[in-house]
């Protein structure tokens, strides 16, 4: 059998039975196998994978106090995908201007509720909904 996708690289795969193989090896055993080019199937991960572009996902800090709590929540999405840290220094109003004229598609603001509550508020820049979610949620 051979394992095809759509493309250049047309087999990324294949194997069969290999019935006689091992006599060569004095075992007279049936066998089947199977092979798989690893870089063939990376280059079209790599090709076809959906990634978030770094200056779209802005974590937002409120407060000196929530620095610390909005870099955890920006090192925790990290792990996933790229996004930015802004720590506090400006009011709300003008972090989100900034974030639309970035074309931020997402921003994640934190401040001292929630840090005490364990949580995130999100908002979608596009249709400005706003959502506070529980981190332990986003972490399932």
Known sequence: FEIKTKGEQASVGGGGRYDGLLNIYGI???A???SI???RVFQLLWKTKKTFERDKIFVLSLDAE???YGL???EMFRKFIPINFIPHGKRLNKLLKYV???DGRLAIIVGKCEKEEKTIVIR???TKEIKKVSVEKIME
């Open 100 to 102: 639309d004229e970035n």
């Open 37 to 39: 080019g690893v870089e």
């Open 28 to 30: 007279g055993a049936k």
């Open 32 to 34: 089947v196998g199977i």
């Open 124 to 126: 979608d820049m596009e």
């Open 72 to 74: 955890e929540i920006a």
């Open 66 to 68: 929530s620095d610390a």
